[in-house]
């Protein structure tokens, strides 16, 4: 009979531990669950009006003195140069690039944009590299989209190439608030505070898209070589 009481005593006690943990934990809120790679979406849903996305983003901002990652959605693309003006200060961590063609979808290209000096010549190497996935791209592939993909190739190979619409940006409230009155700028789409770049899904406001983020049209004749 003494050894049943000490076990159920024990057992009552391990039981009131792992409440007490559960209450703690729920009190306290426990540690934030990890994101997983792609869960933070930045940008409009597939044909969202765009006033109605455009309207929900100050909500979004972080709290004042918190910096985050935001996807900073341009009116016009630009070249590299103009694109690290614009920027500024802010760290400018990817650059999503897109040869614009009329009437011919073409393809987003994600760069990293590394080191911490001359944000124009980082984005410049990263431009280089969409060049590269382009040409990979025209070699893999056949018929309209290999063909397009080479038309991308070739406008990337510029340096003076207008094929920067967007850029994610690390930078706090004051300066995100800044940078969305900033001439040019279209919509900036700041994520939680603690997202990781692994973390962003990216599908940015194209300056074609001017009444919803609906697909372009794919009519248009590729450019030849």
Do not use: N
């Amino acid at each position: 009979m003494r050894a049943r009481t000490r076990i159920a005593v024990l057992g009552g006690l391990a039981l009131v531990v792992v409440l007490a943990a559960w209450f703690a934990g729920s009190e306290g809120g426990g540690p934030t669950p990890a994101r997983t790679a792609g869960s933070v979406r930045l940008g409009p849903d597939p044909g969202q009006a765009v006033a109605e996305y455009r309207a929900d983003l100050a909500r979004r901002l972080p709290a004042p003195g918190e910096t985050t990652l935001a996807l900073l959605q341009l009116d016009r693309p630009l070249d590299t140069a103009t694109a690290a003006a614009l920027a500024g200060p802010s760290p400018v961590v990817t650059a999503v690039f897109r040869v614009s063609l009329p009437r011919v979808q073409t393809a987003l290209r994600f760069e990293p944009v590394t080191g911490t000096g001359d944000v124009a010549a980082a984005l410049d190497v990263a431009r280089q590299r969409a060049g590269f996935a382009a040409g990979a791209d025209a070699s893999r592939l056949g018929g309209r989209r290999a063909a397009v993909a080479s038309a991308e190739m070739r406008a990337l190979d510029s340096p003076s190439c207008a094929c920067l619409p967007a850029l994610v940006v690390r930078a706090d409230r004051a300066r995100l608030e800044a940078l969305s009155t900033t001439p040019g700028v279209r919509a900036v789409d700041a994520a939680p505070v603690g997202t990781q770049v692994t973390d962003l899904a990216l599908a940015p406001l194209l300056p074609e898209q001017t009444a919803a983020a609906d697909p372009l049209p794919d009519d248009g004749p590729v450019p030849a070589a």
